[in-house]
């Protein structure tokens, strides 16, 4: 075992409670392209501004037209990566108490995270501008195909049209969202932080004051912001060193009925 997961294992074990931060390096092998809350992308050639709300409020046929080359972001087909199911069996290993995540891919749910708090959204659903009505992306997407743009609310009576229930370019965090990750955030003396680069705020506060009053551990590839307030940082790549925590894990842990009721789910974003 890595020597560093080791590490790792020890902190979650004494921990009182642990929440996780997962960024867009988690899903790097799901094949899924990102649209970053600061317009980052993992497909290059993508320009933010095309695609941030200020182009949507201006110009949403435009926008649905051009979204139309970017089908993957939208893709509702990808499976989640090794770091994606990892997580989900280590919360039903009791040691993780929440997932919070920059990501719209859906993927943490999909790998069954029943406490998820998805801060940028789902960009697999849209939803109307008017009343709400949610809609696959897919099928919005379809309909651009077929001249109808921007996609239109499908509800009797309702003139609206539709927005992918991601988080755009320029546009805030839903305050539901980014609350429900400080609570989760504050009932838990641990924040792991996944394949984040920690540069997009709010949610690059969330490990500050994690190390404030607790622990903040970092793993990931890359060089974060936030690297000098962690008490220490696991390089290496999520979707190996996961898995082989949930090996260490498996039967560390005290069952789950001595240490009382299993916590509710909740999906917010
Ligand atoms: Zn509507």
């Known amino acids: 075992m890595d020597e560093q997961v080791g590490t790792l294992a020890e902190t979650l074990v004494e921990a009182d409670g642990v929440t996780v931060l997962t960024g867009a390096d988690v899903g790097a092998t799901s094949g899924v392209p990102t649209l970053g809350g600061d317009g980052s992308a993992r497909c290059d050639e993508l320009d933010p501004k095309m695609f941030g709300i200020d182009r949507f409020e201006t110009d949403p046929a435009g926008f649905w037209e051009d979204g139309l080359e970017l089908d993957a972001l939208y893709d509702d087909s990808a499976d989640p ?79 609206g049209h539709l927005k992918p229930d991601a988080v755009l370019n320029g546009e805030d965090l839903s305050e539901s969202a980014y609350g429900a990750a400080r609570r989760m955030a504050w009932e838990s003396d641990v924040l792991l932080v996944v394949g984040s680069s920690l540069s997009v705020e709010p949610v690059a506060t969330l490990p500050e004051e994690a190390a404030e009053r607790g622990t903040l551990v970092i793993l990931g590839e890359e060089r974060t912001e936030k690297d000098h307030l962690a008490e220490y940082v696991v390089r290496g790549d999520a979707d190996e060193l996961l898995p082989e925590l949930v090996e260490a894990m498996q039967g560390r842990m005290p069952r789950r009925e001595d240490r009382g009721q299993a916590r509710e789910a909740t999906r917010v974003r």
């Open 81 to 159: 990566a090794d770091a994606h199911r990892a997580l989900a069996r280590l919360e039903e290993l009791d040691v993780v108490d929440a997932v919070l995540t920059e990501n719209t891919d859906g993927l943490h749910a999909d790998a069954g995270t029943r406490r998820l708090v998805e801060l940028h959204g789902d960009a697999s659903q849209s939803a109307c501008v008017e009343c709400g009505r949610s809609v696959p992306t897919a099928d919005a997407l379809d309909r651009v195909r077929s001249g109808e743009s921007p996609p239109h609310c499908s509800e009797p009576g309702c003139h």
